[in-house]
């Protein structure tokens, strides 16, 4: 039973897998990036793109292991691994075991200086004017029995690419400063104030309804409807009320879409939309 559902402890547990994918998503994909474990009894290094695992629990007890996808190494016997971080920025694993003084495997993994590199001249290009993109693809690509039960609603909206301006939040508005991070059930925000002391508000397209499903529920197929079911609503509808709002003289915020490349990794790749914000300080915005 422990092998199929898990404790609080075990990898089966959702509240496990929900902080495996929440620590994964909080990584960027293209980082060079090695997670290390030590309660499996064995030796290993697992790559996944930019990604690599690495388990070095071998110095007390020995377990079953066999090489699998994106296996580089794996051995049962007794042993240890030594990570090091070179001044030039490379980076190398080592694996002894408890015989030899020279290593059984060694594997370079990355190279810091490059990916630094990287970063600096991504970082000096122009940002470009606009980005054209889809809200969400992900409710698009379904087959034809999903469809027919959970019907066609806006998933074509979702998947449609559209092309925003950019904005700098370093300029725009004369510049923003974060001074929240919101969001409710379903929606990461963060809100932003001006040199005028006017709030903004950073809101992302991109649905995530987890915390509004029960938690027994949240690592079941009933998440997964949640979220399917995002696609019934309109990814752009708010641009709409807003200007029928303001034709019939109801107070709303103003609706900008844009995203801001800038925190593109914060928004997971989604369409944002920055809102003027009535606020205390200033009750006529």
Known sequence: MRG????????????????IRGIEEAIPKDAPTVFVAGHEHTLQLINEG???F???????????VKQGPGSLFASKFYGYSVITVMKNGRVKVDFYNENDATPIFSHNLFDLAEYRR??????????????????DPRYFNINGFHRAMLGENYRKVWATPL???????????????????????????????????REWVLRSLVKNPTSAVPEPLRETFAREIVQDQISASNPYAPLVVSSLAGKAGVPIPTLLSSIS?????WASSATTSPEASTSSKNANR
């Not at 690495?54 to 079953?64: C, E, F, M, N, Y």
């Open 163 to 197: 092309s925003f301006p950019t904005i700098d939040l370093d300029t725009v508005k004369g510049g923003l400063k974060v001074t929240k991070r919101g969001g409710g059930m379903q929606t990461r925000s963060l809100r932003l104030e001006d040199t005028s002391g």
């Open 50 to 52: 930019h990604r690599y």
């Open 118 to 135: 990287k970063l600096a001249q991504e970082a000096a290009k122009p940002m470009p004017s606009s980005v054209t993109m889809a809200a």
């Open 54 to 64: 690495l388990v070095s629990g071998a110095g007390a007890k020995d377990s079953r």
């Open 4 to 19: 199929v559902f898990g404790t609080r402890e075990d990898l089966p547990h959702p509240l496990y897998k929900r902080l």
């Open 261 to 265: 490349p800038t925190i593109r990794r």
